[in-house]
């Protein structure tokens, strides 16, 4: 050794440096803006959906949203109104991220989540899943296209009350919901349109208090990424070995009380996934 002391340690400056380079299209700066203001978010949804009446109850960031026999998500943005429609906000740099399939399997988990057995489908909320892309994944060449499933022969909505909204920083103009996808693409608030979103990045970059607020955010955030991953591959585990053992012949009693699970759990690990 050389007697040279190598640390991984993070300097208070380093960390100003690297807020100081985010933008709202970075989905951890977007987060902790709509965690610490969630008027933010309601002040974005109603440039989205063009309803300046529009009232939030409720805005929660990094939502898990559990699925027991597929693959659960962790939403950006779950907001709900007050007429309990609820919001999916995503922020995502990459067409590939953006796939419609995406956009599809986002509604669907969000109402997988919030049906209870005795309850009508007609008793499932209202849902909007809402894209913010840097890119065009739909190759639309709009800054905004609305999604509704419709009744060809009769070129009518079907009205499933199911919507999805994609949106491209790319074509950001002059008009106001414009204005807002350009700020999505700005470092400097300086530079940015919106009073709104710039008040916030300035307190989150440029105050002593508001970078000590990003740090405790993006250091909680990193902490639940890990635990996510670690829990990840602790099901992964648990899967593998009961799939092991079914193949083997083991009975499903035997299973349960191997691993310690219930069995709802059995079942779960039970169910073969797609690979």
Same mark, same amino acid.
């Given at each position: 050794?050389?007697?040279?002391?190598?640390?991984?340690?993070?300097?208070?400056e380093?960390?100003?440096?690297?807020?100081?380079?985010?933008?709202?299209?970075?989905?951890?700066?977007?987060?902790?803006?709509?965690?610490?203001?969630?008027?933010t978010?309601?002040y974005i949804?109603?440039?989205?959906?063009?309803?300046? $009446?529009?009232?939030?109850i409720s805005?929660?960031?990094?939502?898990?949203?559990?699925?027991?026999i597929?693959?659960?998500?962790?939403?950006?943005?779950?907001?709900?109104?007050?007429?309990?429609?609820?919001?999916?906000i995503?922020?995502?740099?990459?067409?590939? $991220?953006?796939?419609?399939?995406?956009?599809? %399997?986002?509604?669907?988990?969000?109402?997988?989540?919030?049906l209870?057995?005795?309850?009508?489908?007609?008793?499932?909320?209202?849902?909007?899943v809402?894209?913010?892309?840097? $890119?065009?994944?739909l190759?639309?060449?709009?800054?905004?296209c609305?999604?509704?499933?419709?009744?060809?022969?009769k070129?009518r909505?079907?009205?499933?009350?199911?919507?999805?909204? %994609?949106?491209?920083?790319? %074509?950001?103009?002059?008009?106001?919901?414009?204005?807002?996808?350009?700020?999505?693409?700005?470092?400097?608030?300086g530079? =940015?349109?919106?009073?709104?979103?710039?008040?916030?990045?300035?307190?989150?970059? =440029?105050?002593?208090k508001?970078?000590?607020?990003?740090?405790e955010? =993006?250091?909680?955030?990193?902490?639940?990424?890990?635990?996510?991953?670690?829990?990840?591959?602790?099901?992964?585990?648990c %899967?593998?070995?009961?799939?092991?053992?079914?193949?083997?012949?083991?009975?499903?009693?035997?299973?349960?009380?191997?691993? $310690?699970?219930?069995?709802?759990?059995?079942e779960?690990?039970?169910?073969?996934?797609?690979?």
């Amino acid at each position: 050794m050389n007697g040279t002391h190598r640390t991984s340690y993070v300097t208070d400056e380093e960390k100003r440096q690297a807020i100081a380079k985010m933008t709202l299209k970075d989905d951890t700066f977007f987060c902790a803006v709509c965690k610490l203001f969630p008027q933010t978010a309601e002040y974005i949804l109603r440039l989205i959906l063009d309803k300046p $009446g529009l009232r939030v109850i409720s805005v929660e960031t990094q939502s898990d949203e559990r699925s027991l026999i597929g693959r659960s998500l962790c939403l950006d943005i779950l907001v709900e109104d007050e007429n309990g429609k609820l919001y999916d906000i995503e922020v995502q740099r990459s067409d590939a $991220g953006a796939v419609p399939e995406r956009a599809r %399997y986002h509604s669907a988990v969000l109402d997988s989540a919030r049906l209870k057995k005795s309850q009508r489908f007609t008793d499932l909320p209202e849902t909007c899943v809402i894209f913010i892309t840097e $890119g065009d994944p739909l190759g639309a060449g709009e800054k905004i296209c609305h999604i509704e499933r419709v009744i060809l022969e009769k070129k009518r909505l079907f009205n499933d009350r199911e919507h999805i909204i %994609y949106l491209s920083m790319k %074509y950001a103009d002059d008009t106001p919901l414009g204005d807002m996808l350009h700020d999505f693409t700005c470092a400097d608030p300086g530079e =940015m349109r919106c009073p709104e979103l710039a008040e916030k990045a300035d307190y989150l970059k =440029m105050t002593d208090k508001g970078v000590t607020e990003m740090c405790e955010i =993006m250091e909680n955030l990193n902490k639940l990424a890990a635990e996510r991953a670690a829990a990840a591959t602790k099901w992964q585990m648990c %899967y593998e070995n009961v799939q092991r053992m079914l193949k083997l012949g083991f009975k499903k009693e035997d299973i349960i009380a191997s691993f $310690g699970i219930s069995e709802k759990e059995f079942e779960e690990f039970a169910t073969p996934r797609a690979s």
